[in-house]
């Protein structure tokens, strides 16, 4: 069974910094190109960023660039969401999602981790 | 950047009846590169539609997808009671940046 499990989540003031992780199980990461995506309360979800297999290709949606930088361990099959100078808006559940494996460079997210949520207060 | 329009913002229907929710693109979605989620409360989302009309694995053959260039519709068949929930389309494959429309809430009537 494909498991995506995210954690680091919490309280954090403005300014503050964050770390979050994502450990997969049941397939091995190094096939796929991994995603973060967000869900503002109450609100639809924000794609935050991509990263390819061997982290050649990364990018950023324009709210977090600069301040976010996404990371993968493909020997520890998880993937990291490094969050610093956040604010009030990037308060939200954040994702893990799995891109589909394909010969496409940018595909659809056939599994998503259920998320944890990161409030700036 | 291709925004996506989902209507109606709120659909209330019955158990049994059909439901048919629209994504419109901004500019043509280049081949039909479009996705649609269901989410439930407390819950990730879960992919329903991919390439525009492609059910995903295990998804029932009351939802379907249809649609080209700048107009997409999720049709569900027959309402059952636990398709109630919100429901988003995205669009992918000719750029890195994805994009959702805003949802869709399915309630009930």
């Known amino acids: 069974e494909v498991l995506l499990v995210e954690s680091g989540g919490g309280l954090v003031k403005p300014g503050g910094s964050l770390r979050l992780s994502c450990a997969a199980s049941g397939f091995s990461i190094i096939s796929h190109n991994m995603k973060w995506v967000r869900q503002a309360p109450g609100k639809g979800l924000e794609w935050v960023s991509s990263?390819?297999?061997?982290?050649?290709?990364?990018y950023y949606a324009d709210s977090v660039k600069g301040r976010f930088t996404i990371s993968r361990d493909n020997a520890k099959n998880s993937v990291f969401l490094q969050m610093n100078s956040l604010r009030a808006e990037d308060t939200a559940v954040y994702y893990c999602?799995?891109?589909?494996?394909?010969?496409?460079?940018?595909?659809?997210?056939?599994?998503w981790g259920q998320g944890t949520l990161v409030t700036v207060s | 950047e291709t925004v996506l329009t989902q209507s109606p913002g709120t659909l209330s229907l019955s158990p049994g009846e059909r439901a048919t929710l629209s994504c419109r693109a901004s500019r043509s979605v280049s081949s039909n590169f479009l996705a649609w989620y269901q989410q439930k409360p407390g819950q990730a989302p879960r992919l329903l539609i991919y390439?525009?009309?492609n059910r995903a694995t295990g998804i029932p053959d009351r939802f379907s997808g249809s649609g080209s260039g700048t107009d997409f519709t999720l049709t569900i068949s027959r309402l059952e009671p636990e398709d109630f929930a919100v429901y988003y389309c995205q669009q992918y494959g000719t750029s890195p940046m994805y994009t959702f429309g805003q949802g869709t809430k399915l309630e009930i009537k």
């Open positions: 999602a799995r891109e589909v494996y394909s010969s496409r460079s940018y595909d659809f997210f056939d599994h």
């Open positions: 990263i390819n297999s061997g982290s050649t290709y990364i």
């Open positions: 390439d525009a009309s």
